[in-house]
């Protein structure tokens, strides 16, 4: 009989994004249940990767009412079926997850921390957030971390527990074979209506202030001043009432014909294909899929200089590192690579040689497996010992 494992999210889009396939790989060896709150991109997803399925409202909002609800109805579906690991993602999934988990007694809870939100929260919010992390933690009994550096600031500022890295980091690793510029030897260009001659940089990801969309825009609007010959594009949705952009961007994105938003996509690789440089300068992040995912599709990435990007990007290796909240020099690294075609060439070449070497995807699903199965044994070792005395 396989060992039942519970995946739980926030939002299904966490599912079908952050750990595509995954599910699938692991169902090889576990009896796998997907969790997120009610929607058809829940079903969906778990159809897609085999794997049953169970909903449960769950906010991204501070909402202590929604949220015992939440913790009751999670607790009764545990009670049921009870798993033998549940693995958490998400802050409020985390809360709610182990408290849920621990109040029903499952013996393996672990909490996978892919980005710290209170790094840029401030006032009674952070206080929040902060109370919410470390209650997390104190339910769960293994955490993860998807790179290093996130790893390292935890155990700084929130707990001295250890902390799991699987692999090189990352939350799912890249199929490589997926993510092939070779696959793509078609003129994506031309169905944009972007000239060959053009420089086109993308940035794949939500389109929040926290992203650093602010500084990518006026980075880009003054780059455009000098040169003309270049194009900027969005890939990703806006959150209108969660972090809404400030409205002088908004309106930049709106009225400039150089820059293209294109909202959500399932497939990025048309753009990213479509492109020379990927930017992301984010003010956080655990360790981001989409600079892994451009390496794999042989693009150069500029990103800032923060926890899990310069894990990813080597400064003048494989990209670019730049200050956070630094449109000045985010420009600066714009116009270096626009200008330096040939090095910018390079560094794609490097990238994707980075992410083959080190974020293969079956790789990284068998270590997260042995990371699973090393928890269960554990497990058995205590409940014998228990036996025994």
């Known amino acids: 009989m396989k060992t039942k494992l519970w995946i739980v999210t926030t939002v299904a889009e966490s599912l079908d994004s952050l750990i595509e396939g995954q599910p699938r790989f692991l169902s090889k060896y576990f009896d796998v249940t997907i969790v997120s709150s009610p929607s058809k ?3 969906a997803t778990a159809d897609r990767e085999n794997v049953a399925w169970r909903a449960v409202r769950l906010t991204r909002e501070i909402s202590p009412i929604q949220d015992l609800i939440s913790i009751w109805k999670m607790y009764g579906m545990l009670r ?9 993602y998400t802050p409020k999934a985390g809360l709610i997850t182990m408290i849920s988990a621990r109040l029903a007694r499952v013996p393996l809870r672990v909490h996978g921390i892919v980005g710290m939100p209170l790094m840029e929260a401030r006032g009674i919010r952070r206080k929040v957030m902060r109370i919410a992390e470390k209650l997390t933690y104190w339910n769960a009994t293994a955490l993860t971390s998807n790179s290093f550096g996130l790893r390292d600031y935890i155990r700084s500022h929130l707990t001295k527990r250890a902390i799991i890295v699987i692999g090189r980091g990352s939350i799912n690793g890249v199929d490589v074979n997926h993510y092939d510029p ?16 053009c420089a ?18 006026d980075a880009f609007m003054e780059l455009a001043n000098y ?37 959500w996509c399932a497939d990025v690789r048309p753009y990213m294909a479509a492109a020379n440089v990927f930017v992301l300068p984010s003010y956080r992040e655990g360790l981001p899929n989409s600079v892994i995912e451009a390496g794999a599709m042989s693009l150069p990435s500029i990103v800032t200089d923060i926890n899990g990007c310069n894990e990813v990007v080597q400064d003048g290796v494989n990209g670019i590192l730049v200050p956070v909240k630094d449109h000045v020099k985010l420009r600066e690294a714009m116009a270096s690579l ?19 070497d080190s974020f293969g995807q079956e790789q990284f699903w068998g270590r997260l497996a042995e990371f699973y199965f090393s928890l269960v044994e554990e497990q058995s070792h205590i409940e014998l010992k228990n036996l025994e005395n």
Not at 80 to 88: A, G
Not at 205 to 210: I, T
Not at 229 to 256: H, K
Request: cysteine-free; glycine content about 6%; proline content about 5%.
């Open 80 to 88: 049921k079926d009870r798993p033998d690991i549940i693995q958490s």
């Open 41 to 43: 991109k829940l079903i």
């Open 338 to 356: 626009q200008i330096n075609q040939d090095e910018a060439k390079a560094m794609g070449r490097i990238a994707r040689a980075r992410v083959i």
């Open 182 to 197: 070779q696959l793509f030897n078609v003129n994506v260009r031309s169905k944009l209506g972007i000239p060959e001659q």
């Open 200 to 217: 086109v940089f993308v940035y794949v990801g939500r389109l929040v202030p926290d992203k650093g969309i602010v500084e990518l825009v």
């Open 227 to 263: 040169d003309s010959n270049i194009n900027l594009l969005l890939v990703g949705d806006e959150e209108s009432e969660l972090t809404p952009l400030p409205q002088r961007t908004l309106e930049l994105i709106a009225t400039s014909k150089r820059i293209r938003k294109l909202g």
